[in-house]
């Protein structure tokens, strides 16, 4: 067994073939986690050398594995590659996509450069040109034809234009050509790009002997100890360079490395991955200092490349840096834990983020608090509290948090030199201005809509939904000087109880469905110090008043303590009051309405099979047949009580008795079941909603307008694919989609090979936006105007998208 550390160059300048075997599992990288790191990586040491030419920064790739292949023959020597196909995979895609760039600017000599680091050449009259590495997997035809294709490559023409590797190849291709630029500079910038891979990218190759056990190695190399964390990876780097500089590391390490403690070393949840928390402060660390979105994956590779060519500071003065921001840090998590102390802008922040699931304001607090910027707490506090603002009203309308990282690193890049006394102004700018439906900062009017008849209770995490009431409380409090409540993860009571019948009737099935949604709305929920015992929980309201008025001393409980009677009145009218106080918590600027330009609207109407039976529109006994197609002729029966029968059981909602009538498969039951008349269970509901969507040919979109409400940012369906879904055929519905003005996030919607209608156009004549332009930005891949394919939901999928909100 040899090992060596080497370059592309190295790797893949001699005649020979890599084989990837066919054991190895499929190409499975992507944009988020490895092509885009990796080209910020390289295009990160070519701006290096741009800088610098005598520089010669390096990038360490990983290891691969390679044995010889026994008793071979010809002239081109083969090796199987046993780990690091993944890699070796990418970085031919990237160097074969650069060449074609190359290529067609005229850079024929960096292209050739290129091109003998991923082909073979015809040498001798003996060998045929072939590609260096090979997939004798499923993945073969598709690499074949992209890393084969005639420069300049078009990508969207090619056979496998939806496969991984096409869809990298293009990625790498794109970034290439815009990072190089117009003009005079391209071709310098090209020479650095070409040196940054050839010599600044590392490799450790293992290469073993045919007879070596390269099961062995697989294993030791993939064994399941416990890895090294991104901490332990930084601290090795850091006291490598503290003892370069002549630093006196013992005592470095005893007085200024922070992360020793056990608190450091405790494992925390982001997102999908799992890391220490020293890692994840380093990571946001480094989000403070760079007005990046640091991946925890990328946290250690990020961390040298800043010391060695952006920091222009010692690693004993960053040392300091890290450990007093690591202290205050630490203090803000612990003091946040501490459920009896009167907290700190920061330190609630970091409760309240904590309570709302979410870590991505703590760069944002990093950067404002730290005290190498002397930014005055007055101001930090101001800004701190408008971001969390901007999030919190997000958490309260249920809007997705995956683009906010970025938006908060755009904040801290764009102020970092921004003087304190105009920093407010600056962020309330920013953040006002923000208008599409993955990131804009929400206005009274629709929180104020939402929650009017939201399901609180049901809809947010019990963490969350307790933060709401303590922020409530804190702010009533605060009207009277009076400290904070405190986070003693206190009760959160049903005034009306959700056990109500025996003690609170009403009459009549459409009051009793009136009560029932009233239930979980905001109104209706409080705090108490203690629960209650049941008797006393579900029991008369006269009695519930006495015992809470003894008992309880919130503030947030003034409302129903001097309330002669609860009912449905009451509850709406308390909701609207605690709506407001959560509004005066988390305001927006004067005049901030929260307008988006995508278009796209959020309705949630809670509607159940019950309530049209109570209201006439869906008699009981009513018999539902499924759709036609592969699960036709299965039959269910609407009892009185709204819930749906099949074959002698009975089902809470229309999907679950779908779900089971499928065999096990998802089901939305709102368009899965018909009645005799030809009209789907979401006709009916439909109708209940008072809807009144245009009806061609006596169809009834009611349905479609809720599938479109609910896809997605990020994610693309077909016409077929949604005429599936709703019921009809991709033609009346492509007609409706061009002239509705109630469907929205129309350009979402694709032909089947994943391009834009050639004859799309908006219900808006007025309306100029592309909408390839709007995919890219939600997150869409379009390759040559081509979407990905794993990026698209089928008629199945949309069908649960709306089948989960029922």
Not at 219 to 227: D, F, K, Q, V, Y
Not at 432 to 437: A, G, P
Not at 504 to 525: M, S, Y
Not at 574 to 598: F, K, Q, Y
């Amino acid at each position: 067994m040899k090992t060596d550390v080497l370059t592309p160059q190295a790797v893949f300048y001699l005649p020979q073939h890599l084989v990837v075997p066919l054991f190895q599992r499929p190409y499975v990288w992507d944009e988020t986690d490895q092509w885009l790191p990796l080209w910020q990586d390289i295009s990160r040491l070519a701006e290096l050398r741009l800088r610098d030419p005598y520089a010669q920064p390096t990038h360490f790739l990983g290891a691969v594995v390679l044995q010889a292949v026994e008793g071979q023959h010809g002239a081109v020597p083969s090796k199987n590659v046993i780990d690091g196909q993944q890699r070796l995979t990418t970085l031919q895609l990237f160097i074969d996509a650069a060449a074609a760039v190359f290529e067609s600017r005229g850079f024929d000599g960096l292209a050739d450069q290129f091109g003998d680091l991923t082909h073979n050449r015809a040498y001798g009259g003996v060998v045929e040109a072939s590609l260096k590495l090979a997939h004798s997997n499923q993945d073969g035809v598709a690499f074949r034809e992209v890393m084969n294709a005639e420069a300049p490559v078009d990508h969207a023409s090619l056979k496998h234009a939806g496969s991984r590797m096409t869809r990298a190849h293009a990625f790498f291709a794109a970034r290439v050509d815009e990072w190089l630029g117009t003009g005079e500079e391209a071709r310098s910038r090209a020479d650095a790009l070409a040196q940054a891979v050839g010599q600044g990218l590392q490799v450790v190759v293992i290469d073993l002997q045919a007879q070596e056990n390269s099961q062995e190695i697989f294993e030791t190399l993939n064994a399941r100890g416990t890895p090294l964390t991104a901490a332990d990876l930084i601290k090795n780097f850091v006291f490598q360079r503290l003892e370069a500089e002549g630093a006196d590391t013992q005592r470095a390490y005893a007085e200024d490395w922070p992360f020793e403690a056990t608190f450091w070393e405790q494992e925390v949840s982001v997102g999908r991955y799992t890391m220490s928390r020293g890692s994840l402060f380093l990571s946001q660390w480094l989000g403070s200092r760079l007005g990046e979105e640091v991946s925890p994956r990328q946290t250690f590779v990020r961390f040298k490349t800043y010391v060695d060519y952006e920091a222009g500071s010692k690693m004993g003065e960053l040392l300091l840096a890290i450990k007093e921001q690591a202290r205050l840090y630490r203090t803000w998590t612990e003091h946040a834990a501490d459920s009896s102390r009167i907290l700190t802008r920061p330190e609630l922040a970091f409760y309240r983020m904590s309570a709302g699931g979410v870590e991505v304001l703590k760069p944002a607090i990093i950067w404002l608090y730290d005290p190498a910027r002397e930014i005055p707490t007055g101001v930090a506090d101001e800004v701190l509290a408008m971001l969390e603002s901007w999030v919190v009203r997000r958490q309260l309308l249920r809007l997705t948090s995956a683009d906010l990282g970025r938006i908060v690193a755009e904040i801290i890049k764009s102020n970092r030199t921004t003087p304190a006394a105009e920093l407010v102004d600056s962020v309330r700018h920013h953040l006002s201005r923000l208008n599409v439906n993955s990131n804009y900062w929400p206005g009274d009017d629709e929180v104020r809509s939402h929650l009017a008849t939201e399901q609180s209770y049901r809809r947010y995490p019990r963490g969350r939904m307790r933060m709401f009431l303590e922020a409530v409380e804190d702010h009533l409090r605060s009207r009277h000087d009076n400290p904070q409540v405190p986070r003693l993860g206190y009760h959160i009571e049903h005034v009306l109880p959700q056990k109500w019948e025996t003690h609170w009737p009403v009459e009549g099935l459409e009051a009793e469905l009136t009560r029932g949604e009233h239930v979980h709305r905001l109104g209706n929920l409080t705090l108490l110090t203690a629960s209650l015992n049941a008797t006393v929980s579900n029991g008369p309201w006269t009695s519930k008043k006495e015992h809470v008025v003894a008992n309880d001393v919130f503030l947030l409980n003034r409302h129903f303590r001097e309330a002669r009677h609860w009912d449905e009145a009451t509850i709406d009218e308390r909701t609207g009051v605690l709506t407001g106080l959560l509004l005066e918590v988390w305001p927006v600027p004067a005049g901030h309405t929260g307008a988006i330009s995508d278009g796209s609207t959020k309705v949630n109407s809670w509607v159940e099979v019950k309530h049209l039976v109570a209201a006439g529109l869906l008699p009981a006994g009513t018999v539902l047949h499924s759709r036609p197609g592969q699960w036709e002729g299965r039959r269910a029966t609407v009892l009185a009580d709204g819930q749906v029968e099949f074959e002698g059981t009975t089902y809470q909602s229309p999907s679950s008795a779908g779900y089971h009538a499928k065999g096990g498969r998802g089901a939305n039951g709102w368009n899965f079941w018909v009645l005799d008349d030809g009209r789907r269970l979401g006709d009916v509901r439909a109708q209940y909603r008072g809807e009144k969507a245009d009806r061609p040919a006596g169809f009834d979109w009611s349905i479609l307008h809720e599938v479109l409400e609910a896809l997605p940012p990020g994610r693309w369906t077909s016409y077929r694919d949604l005429a599936d879904a709703v019921g009809t055929a991709p033609q009346p519905l492509g007609a409706h989609l061009s002239k509705c003005t109630q469907c929205a996030n129309a350009w979402r919607v694709l032909t089947s090979d994943g391009r834009i209608a050639p004859g799309f156009q908006w219900s808006d004549p007025d309306d100029t936006r592309d909408p390839a332009d709007l995919l890219r930005e939600e997150g869409v891949m379009l390759v040559g105007g081509v979407a990905a394919a794993d990026q698209r939901l089928d008629s199945e999928a949309l069908g649960l998208l709306i089948a989960e909100g029922e």
